[in-house]
């Protein structure tokens, strides 16, 4: 399984920025494809998740309210919207396919992609 993310770059502070991540290669079994963020010198840490065949998305409480995750089932895409960025948003950001909201239980990762937010 290949996860390609793209999208991110940088955005002035109350911007917005739209990631994806595109799946590819064999059928996976992990029920959910999520985002997770990873600033420098910190944990990486979760941002949001979605089932692939249904149900209610999750985010976390540092950005809920500010992104909205979707997916397109049949070109195995799954989006992240990020609106009314904040400096603390600046991480590279990873989607990933596993089976909770928990960095450790993640299955494939993709490569990452870059959001620098200007103040």
């Known amino acids: 399984v290949q996860l390609q993310a793209s999208g991110g770059g940088v955005v002035q502070a109350g911007g917005s920025l739209r990631l994806s991540c595109a799946a590819s290669?064999?059928?996976?079994?992990?029920?959910?494809m999520g985002w997770f963020r990873q600033a420098p010198g910190k944990e990486r840490e979760f941002v949001a998740s979605?089932?692939?065949?249904?149900?209610?998305?999750v985010y976390a409480a540092s950005m809920k309210g500010r992104i909205t995750i979707s997916r397109d089932n049949a070109n195995n895409i799954v989006y992240l919207e990020m609106n009314s960025l904040k400096a603390e948003d600046t991480a590279v950001y990873y989607c990933?396919?596993?089976?909770?909201?928990?960095?450790?239980?993640?299955?494939?990762w993709g490569q990452g992609t870059l959001v620098t937010v200007s103040s």
């Open positions: 290669g064999r059928a996976f079994n992990s029920p959910l």
């Open positions: 990933a396919v596993g089976r909770s909201t928990s960095a450790h239980d993640q299955d494939y």
């Open positions: 979605i089932i692939w065949r249904g149900g209610s998305p």
